[in-house]
């Protein structure tokens, strides 16, 4: 029977309208509000979900995205909008100021979130030189520095220009592309790897496709044309990112922007484009995802050096950024061009210069050099063979070493803290500092190399450089493809050919880093202990004998892999308490807006739309308002008389049965649905888990769980339960043959099932929502986590978000759908008030115990075998 037939038959019993046009336009009205109705419970769970994916991500141990912030807020409220249109369609004018109370809190969470960030004023291009009295926000950390090395220090740097972050605000203006972007970064999972890479690919190419303004472009042309005349040699360019952000202290992005080798300055646009679209890249949003950094203040300033052809290169750090007591400049140098050094690519010779005096080279390490990057002839840069005879030759004589070594402390001592340092010899010798950053220190390395006392059998592996501290466990996952990459999963051990920075996205979920080739100045490395994943690079050919899949212990510090998992000191502590990161305060100050939920007492004077102070209060507002407008005693002129009927176990109940096709017999004369009236399969099971097994009521209150209770209650009067609700105390069914819905209150505690249960497997689903408590918060979280267990146990998909629990089993057999909304009628019934006694353990296994017990000798439902 369809639902206009139904409400015929409901008609049919009461009293005859005037005419036929009466009786349709009554039909219809019902009709019409009812899908009110359920768009707005629809949209209630929708901001609800969204709600306590930000609570949740406010908790967790990495900060989320600015993207994710901004997008669970527009999703909490175009819901919460969504809900007042409806309640404005169940009843027109009757809560005056309710958009007002909306647009206010609205006005208070997008200040909260802030505008994107606006253009610097400035220049569109600057000499180097002036760059750093332009000043970081102009052109960008990295050239701001150089620029001062140049200027203030008399060091060397390449000469060259800065195509400053105003210029690419006026790129992203002038290609409109800021809405895009926004777009594309919130309908994304980012912790999806497939959907990190095909987004970022997708900004990126809006980047690659951009037009360049011609006032830019005339601009950069102009300073090219006066560069050209600056260098003796015929003029290409290292184009360099410099974007807002990069280099912090703790936040470097080693590694995570493009640069442009050798270009040709006729193609200067091209390199650009290229530049500032891996502001976007994977690895760098990512990064910012992890390091709690916003997109929107994501800006890219360019630096365009004139390139150095250099003999040799590589990086020097002022500190062992392992063992900040070990004294002495610590220099890694390769052949050719210092690209193989920041890469990781190949092993480069290791040099430490002890501070004398007089200044000496203290230790070093020789390795095989077989390739080095130069300047191809053309464009660009290739790798090519390296010369037998300087295989084995240092790439860094004594002399070279010395000097490098006295620039690098100069910039030690001048920016006041251990740096990292990269650098170029060109073909005459002269040295030229290219980069310069703060470099972030670990822990100690005292015991590093020993192997694990009576664990030798189960060494696999011994070698290589501590690039990052620390021991973890893991399966093994090599990773060579963007394919590979996308099918890394949460707590693998990372295993690299190359510690390449491209793989910088998978250390956020990687127990550890291993890699064939590498070491520890390389910018994998760097960001692996801004991250604290232990890291060991450099291990050589026997690495690529770790077995996909294989559950391993990589300890770094000892310089070892074993086999298993071995009880062994984990990665670094930090600080204590969770980081402080901008996207973090303004998630705080989006749930300050959004979260609280001050409205509980529908008789409480004081539960009115201008009362309304956060996005959870108007939720709550307008669920219990539509509530009373379908179901209250004022709103049955709405619909007829007879179609919520009151249910009649052994005595009236205050549950209350709306068919809205199906569900109960017919004819059905009175004002009670009896259950065997009712022909809702899914209601029987609940109602039987329901009343099964009786409850013992509830657990005897210890000191502490009626301190706890009274102090929520003194905390929050809203959840004081004195005054008597008559709508507070109804629990409606929404129930067709094969459908229940069922929302309700009871005492402190907030709960929802909904079962679509057919013959069909694949259209079968049954939810379960759980939310509430008038414990403490942790008390609370306790009885969700006891839930949790019962549920998983019982197959459903179950997930903690916030202060709520959400239970999914879809495409299961009638028989199995029926045996789960059972089993929630009996847990719905017995966990009541179970958070107060969640801080003693003895008791909380006592009801454990009991709940499994009784759970597992519930009776079949009669449900399922047609007994309804």
């Not at 080798?261 to 006729?266: C, D, M, S, T, Y």
Request: charged share 20%; glycine share 10%.
């Amino acid at each position: 029977m369809n639902l206009v037939e139904h409400f015929r038959r409901l008609f049919a019993q009461g009293p005859k309208p005037s005419g036929e046009e009466e009786v349709e336009r009554l039909r219809a009205e019902f009709a019409a509000r009812y899908r009110c109705f359920r768009d707005l419970l629809a949209a209630n769970q929708r901001a609800l979900g969204a709600l306590a994916e930000l609570e949740q991500a406010q908790a967790g141990e990495h900060g989320p995205a600015m993207a994710f912030v901004r997008g669970r807020a527009t999703a909490v409220a175009v819901n919460v909008y969504r809900m007042i249109q409806n309640l404005e369609a169940l009843a027109p004018d009757r809560y005056p100021g309710l958009k007002e109370s909306f647009k206010a809190v609205q006005a208070l969470v997008e200040a909260a979130l802030g505008p994107a960030p606006t253009p610097q004023d400035g220049p569109l291009v600057l000499p180097l030189e002036q760059a750093a009295s332009a000043g970081e926000p102009l052109a960008g950390p990295k050239m701001a520095v150089l620029g001062q090395v140049a200027a203030e220090l008399g060091l060397a740097t390449p000469p060259g220009l800065v195509i400053t972050s105003r210029a690419y605000a006026l790129v992203v203006e002038h290609n409109r592309l800021a809405e895009e972007i926004a777009r594309l970064l919130q309908i994304a999972d980012l912790e999806r790897t497939d959907q990190l890479f095909a987004t970022c690919s997708q900004v990126q190419g809006l980047f690659l496709r951009a037009r360049i303004p011609p006032e830019l472009a005339r601009a950069v042309e102009e300073g090219l044309m006066g560069l050209a005349q600056r260098t003796p040699e015929p003029l290409r360019l290292a184009m360099r990112s410099s974007a807002q952000g990069e280099d912090a202290p703790g936040a470097s992005f080693a590694g995570q922007f493009a640069s442009e080798l050798n270009v040709e300055p006729a193609r200067w646009d091209e390199a650009y484009r290229g530049v500032i679209a891996s502001l976007y890249s994977p690895p760098a949003v990512s990064y910012r995802r992890y390091m709690g950094l916003r997109d929107e203040d994501a800006a890219m300033a360019v630096g365009c050096l004139a390139m150095i052809s250099a003999r040799a290169g590589g990086v020097a750090y002022t500190a062992d950024p392992l063992d900040p007591a070990r004294q002495g400049v610590f220099i890694s140098s390769c052949w050719g061009l210092p690209k193989a050094v920041v890469d990781g690519s190949w092993d480069c010779d290791q040099f430490r210069v002890a501070p004398g005096p007089p200044p000496r080279i203290a230790e070093f390490h020789l390795a095989s050099k077989e390739r080095r990057y130069v300047c191809d002839p053309v464009e660009g840069v290739l790798p090519v063979p390296v010369e037998p005879q300087l295989r084995r030759a240092p790439s860094l004589d004594e002399a070279p070493a010395l000097e490098l070594a006295q620039a690098a402390r100069k910039l030690h001592q001048f920016f006041g803290g251990p740096q990292d340092v990269e650098w170029a010899l060109d073909e005459s010798g002269k040295l030229f500092i290219l980069q310069c950053r703060p470099l972030p220190l670990g822990v100690g390395g005292e015991g590093q190399g020993a192997v694990v006392s009576g664990q030798e059998d189960r060494l696999l592996l011994r070698g290589g450089i501590t690039a990052s501290p620390g021991a973890a466990a893991g399966p093994v996952r090599w990773v060579q493809t963007g394919g590979d990459a996308v099918a890394f999963e949460e707590g693998d051990v990372l295993a690299v050919e190359q510690p390449l920075p491209r793989w910088a996205p998978l250390l956020g979920r990687a127990a550890a880093l291993v890699g064939v080739k590498g070491g520890a100045a390389g910018h994998l490395a760097s960001v692996a202990r801004e991250f604290g994943v232990p890291a060991l690079l450099g291990v050589g050919p026997e690495a690529r004998a770790l077995v996909p899949g294989r559950e391993v212990t990589v300890d770094a510090g000892g310089r070892a892999v074993y086999a298993g998992r071995l009880a062994l000191p984990g990665r670094p502590v930090s600080g204590g308490g969770l980081p402080d990161t901008p996207v973090r305060r303004v998630l705080a100050q989006v749930l300050m807006h959004a979260a609280p939920l001050n409205l509980l007492d529908p008789e409480d004077p004081g539960f009115a739309p201008t009362a309304c102070r956060t996005l959870h209060d108007l939720t709550r507002f307008c669920h219990q308002k539509a509530v009373e407008e379908m179901f209250s005693q004022v709103a049955q002129e709405h619909f007829p008389l007879h179609a919520a009927r009151q249910l009649y176990y052994h005595a009236p109940m205050q549950w209350w049965i709306l068919d809205l096709d199906d569900g109960l017999r017919r004819p059905l004369s009175g004002k009670y649905a009896r259950l065997e009236d009712i022909l809702c399969a899914p209601f029987h099971a609940f109602w039987e888990g329901l009343v099964e097994v009786p409850w013992d009521g509830p657990p005897p209150l210890d000191a502490k769980g009626m301190a706890s209770v009274m102090f929520q209650a003194t905390a929050n009067p809203a959840l004081a339960t004195g005054v008597k609700s008559r709508l507070a105390e109804r629990n409606y069914f929404l129930i067709t043959r094969e459908f229940f819905n069922l929302q309700s209150r009871v005492g402190f505690h907030f709960s929802s099932v909904e079962a679509m249960v057919t013959p069909r497997a694949a259209d079968n689903l049954v939810s379960f929502c759980f939310r509430g408590g008038a414990a403490d918060s942790g008390r609370r979280r306790a009885r969700l986590e006891f839930l949790e267990g019962f549920l998983a146990g019982l197959g459903m998909a179950v997930s903690i978000k916030g202060d709520a629990l959400l239970a999914r089993a879809e495409e299961l057999p009638a028989p199995q759908c029926l045996r789960l909304v059972k089993a929630l009628g009996y847990l719905i019934m017995h966990t009541r008030q179970l958070d107060m006694i969640m801080a003693s353990p003895q008791r909380v296994e006592h009801y454990r115990a009991k709940i499994a017990a009784e759970l597992a000798g519930l009776k079949p439902t009669a449900a399922a075998s047609g007994g309804s």
